[in-house]
């Protein structure tokens, strides 16, 4: 029996900000994630705790987080990369804490100038500090470039799912699976969460996947069918790779929404408040590129959500 | 055990070029055939057997034609709406037929003239012809508007399943499924290809998938699933549907071969000599768009296809 309901975690605000030139007006953030909010989104990745001078995007994350957590029914979820940042987010008020374990020692490094061996004794480091500070706060690892690396090519799958055991080991309460540069295939998606499950069962986290070769809905079905329940997307498709110019990046929230929804699984958002909430973010960023195929297409005639105002 | 090689049918020079306002210049489309072919495709769709006054852009579909079945191990492919349509068709040396049925009165109307009850009769009597006069020819029937209309709205799955059984009863060697206007969803793909699996055993044909709101290849990935082996694609995704301004039309040829490779499934189908297609279907339509993320991205880092070599 496959899950009737999914959870999708908007990552825009965190990883599509994170990956344009431009810097958001945090006043713009707000009224997006406001907006995103209103859609019916559970759970939003609103900002990374890292040095302003390294990604002065983020440099309001504080002032991101305290606004989110105002608003009723939210999970906040903030990343960091260690446990300085850990300390901030805690003290801004977040929900969940996600932390980037990659699964390739060479993209570990250009990305944390860690190890994936020391990454796993970070994510032990603010699990102690969580249960010691913020018990109730939750802590997610995701293994970056778990599908594959533009620096290192192909990954071993028993590294992964090594390595995602070592997090939950660790501490972490969830373990997801990030296709970080849009290596993935559906074959794939389906071994390595299987295998996942099989190792940490209701561990066993999100699927983050990139469209950046068009293959990020088929290979969140394929996660779908092996029992996942929770899908990162971003509006817009919001964060692009940077090697990969002109191919977008993350999964669309918009048509992520659609296909769930139009297979009859619940997502708890209202599509068309989803396609409004583009306009902050588009206000916010002008002249950056935003994708998706079911806003320019519509909705199907006769496509109804109406449980959602049952 | 599912399959581990498909069918790629590229349906650009037909499905694609009728959608588009321009007429490519026949020398334009015989180079892009000759690259389609030159790329592996074994399957090609060349042109739909219409008078000229209603499609210009297929004035010259006896010369493709003519030029098409000159091409090693290539099974060419038209359109054919009529028993008029038919018999140019055979004149010119098709190797394969296909007759598009709409289960959709209203889009039927529209497209054809015809009722759905009236087309099945056009089946049978170009089922007729063929045995009468090229045996060998294969006839396809397509039910368009299988997963909805923009008409009419939902289509009943009982209505589509009825029709593909009246158009084998009628002849057709294979009925395909079509959506036509991209509305459909994995769940009701793998529900409807499963149930006309059941009626037609070995005669269930191909998947005609849209990406008009972005879920071409996930649709995709659902009938295969279901064991479906032949999948009609259009390089560049050339197609647009008139209901859906700006968004793609056909699900893109080089994204479906890139998922279906990644996976290990075998397409025959040489991906960099697929994107070189390319080349000759920009040359004849100046100012066209044509999408896919795959092009754009290149192929990932180790990425090998080198059974085709060997």
Redesign the interface.
């Given at each position: 029996m496959l899950p009737t309901e999914i959870l999708l975690s908007e990552v825009g605000p965190r990883d599509g900000l994170q990956s344009v030139r431009a810097t958001m007006p945090t006043a713009d953030k707000l009224r997006w994630i406001d907006a995103l909010h209103a859609a019916g989104l559970r759970e939003i990745e609103v900002a990374s705790f890292v040095p302003a001078r390294l990604l002065p995007q983020m440099a309001d994350a504080a002032e991101v987080v305290r606004h989110a957590v105002t608003l009723p029914g939210l999970t906040v979820m903030a990343l960091v990369p260690n446990r300085r940042g850990a300390e901030a987010a805690l003290a801004a008020g977040v929900h969940k804490l996600t932390m980037p374990v990659s699964a390739s020692p060479a993209h570990s490094l250009a990305n944390v100038r860690k190890t994936p061996q020391e990454m796993v004794e970070e994510v032990r480091a603010i699990a102690d500090l969580r249960r010691d500070t913020a018990p109730q706060v939750r802590l997610e690892a995701g293994i970056s470039t778990a599908f594959?690396?533009?620096?290192?090519?192909?990954v071993p799958e028993d590294e992964v799912i090594r390595l995602a055991v070592q997090c939950a080991q660790a501490g972490a309460d969830e373990v997801g699976l990030s296709d970080t540069?849009?290596?993935a295939?559906?074959?794939?998606v389906r071994r390595l969460f299987r295998r996942l499950r099989a190792e940490l069962g209701d561990r066993a986290g999100a699927a983050h996947m990139h469209?950046?070769?068009?293959?990020g809905?088929?290979n969140?079905?394929?996660a779908y069918d092996e029992g996942v329940t929770t899908f990162d997307a971003s509006l817009g498709g919001l964060g692009g790779?940077p090697y990969?110019?002109?191919?977008?990046g993350n999964v669309?929230t918009e048509?992520l929404v659609?296909?769930f929804e139009?297979?009859?699984?619940r997502t708890g958002i209202d599509l068309e408040r989803l396609i409004a909430a583009r306009a902050p973010l588009v206000a916010g960023l002008p002249g950056e590129p935003v994708y998706?195929?079911?806003p320019?297409?519509?909705l199907?005639?006769?496509f109804s959500q109406e449980y959602l105002r049952a």
């Open positions: 594959g690396c533009t620096l290192q090519g192909t540069v849009g290596y295939n559906p074959a794939q469209n950046t070769r068009g293959l809905l088929a969140c079905l394929a790779c990969a110019p002109g191919a977008s669309v048509d659609f296909m139009a297979m009859g699984v998706g195929m079911t320019e297409a519509g199907p005639k006769n």
